[in-house]
């Protein structure tokens, strides 16, 4: 065996503020879109995601660098909203917006819209199924949660003038009141008997109170200075007024935030129920099999997930021990893999010559690595791509941390994830596609996340080691992510215990308590996170399948790849169901 166990938490890409779609966002939309029931689909998508999009200022800067251009302007500066009143509007704003949804005549319909029409339904009505749980939600998880994310998006958020200056120092001075509609909700989870265990609590407290060390050299503070730096636009006067104003805002509004949610939490201590798998909650499995397809974006139930991943991980485990047999001292070569440690742009450069025999070429795009700032080295993963505007989707950033090794197959590959022909290839080549702004503002891990793990696969292949080297390391890579994904089965629905996880990783020759038990608790405090890389991984393996038989000598990889791309993220079955009309022998879609 080749498993070697290491704590996987995937990569840091902020796409989206909104804890989950359908927490009272769509209300006000839906109120509007009730009114007009005759008013074309393309109106209505547009209604949609000017609703959504300024649902927070986060999302609005993210997602546009000129609102203007799509009919937006003078919106008010906010965090959202999470109080107990917007999210029991939940239910009913859902339906309204379906119900006008369902005012269209589908058959009327252009194929492009009917695919709009087909993912937005399929997405608010997995939404309206499970907005009677809310208090299931979890808020604050270690790495997906606001706590954990919204940091990242302060420290990227991008000054294109003066203007996101003034609207950036506004945002920040919210956080504490934002903050305190967190800890509302997290009390009201408290009083119904489902808030997160003691350990995971102790996490999130241990996370703040890192975070609010050394106020006066803050990364906040820091990473802002040099932003304003490079304005050049900017007087030393102005900028030293920003840097200023800045400085005490986060100081007043942003740690006080994170010191008085540390308080809470450490008052509600004790509060949780359950030390396990949501399964031991009353509706805990329901809510973990929304989670589930929502991460992952499967039709397949809970058992044939499980069934799938054990088949996956058989295969690829016998293949890995046929080729260990034949070659006895491969083993020693992949652990003695050593890369020439090139910087990340010749990396990402390479990366896309080398795939260009199975993926179509990107348009003209500029992409920026940068270095994540020291004082932040300790918070970030390995690498992480800022979701690029719709409106501006020609340039991106990628971020990587220095402490990575660049001589490791592991940086390589995660450049591949992130990069190309990761997360920035498939953003881009979805924009270019024509991927409609209300469908951008949806979130399907499971294609996102499935498709740069299916390409990080496929990337071992680029790196220029023996051909027999680089299948073994994508098996064992492959392997080692079926056991994360089996667990979190396991715990969330089959309702394991820590000794359960014990059992089952010592059958694949793993036996850390110390290290399992890390794993253990994230898997808990972080539901079906796994699922979205490993089955979405498989969901796309099973498509390129069928692809496969289907078109016989007609299939090309570059052409499968084009029309996945082209159909953009989805449901799988969704994605199935138009992947003929998508498909060209070629790679050139003809779909309207």
Partial sequence: MLLSLSLLVGCGSPVSFVPRAGGGSENAGAQKFAKKTTVSFDSFLENFF???????????????????????????????????????????????TL?????????????????????????????????????????LRPSTGIQA???VLYEEYRFYDKGDIEDYLALIALTDSYFEQIIDFEQQKAKAGLFMSDYACDNIISQCESFVKNPDEHYLILTFNNKVAQIADLTETERETYQAQNE??????????????AASLTELLGSGKNDCGLCYFPDGKEYY?????????????????????????????TAAAALMLEYPNLTEQCNAVRLDGMDSVATLQLLQEKMLAQFPAAPGTEFTVSYIDACMEDYMAPAFYITAPLDNYEKNSIFINASTDARTMRYFTTLAHEGFPG??????????????????????????????????????????????????????????????A?????????????????????????????????????IVEEPAHYLKYYVGYLEFLELKEKAQETYGNDYSDVAFHQAVLDIGPAPFLIIEKYLDEYYVAGGTSVAD
């Fill in 50 to 96: 000017r609703t959504e999009v300024t649902e927070n200022t986060l999302n609005l800067h993210f997602t546009l660098s000129n609102p203007e251009s799509y009919g937006i302007t003078e919106t008010p500066i906010t965090l959202g909203d999470l109080s107990a009143q917007t999210m029991d509007e939940t239910h009913a704003t859902l339906e309204n």
């Fill in 99 to 139: 119900s006008v949804l369902n005012t269209f005549d589908y058959d009327k319909l252009s194929s492009r819209q009917q695919l709009d029409y087909d993912v937005l339904s399929d997405y608010l009505s997995a939404e309206y199924f499970v907005s009677d749980l809310t208090l299931y939600d979890e808020i």
């Fill in 149 to 151: 994310q919204l940091p």
């Fill in 248 to 261: 005490e805002l986060v100081k007043e509004h942003v740690l006080s935030a994170y010191e008085n949610l």
């Fill in 289 to 317: 099999e929304y989670l589930v397809y929502h991460n992952t974006g499967s039709a397949k139930n809970i058992k044939e997930i499980q069934e799938m991943i054990s088949q996956k991980r058989s295969s690829d485990l």
């Fill in 423 to 484: 997360h920035l290839y498939q953003t881009v080549m979805s924009y270019e596609a024509g991927l409609s702004p209300a469908r951008a503002m949806l979130n399907f891990p499971g294609y996102v996340e499935g498709w740069a793990t299916y390409v990080e696969m496929l990337s071992y292949q680029y790196a220029g080691l023996d051909e027999n080297v680089a299948t073994l390391m994508a098996l064992n890579q492959s392997a080692l992510l079926s056991l994360y």
């Fill in 486 to 522: 089996t667990t979190d089965l396991g715990i969330h629905y089959e309702g394991w215990t820590f000794a359960d996880v014990l059992a089952f990783w010592d059958d694949y020759g793993i036996s850390d308590q110390k290290a399992l038990r890390e794993v253990y608790e994230l």
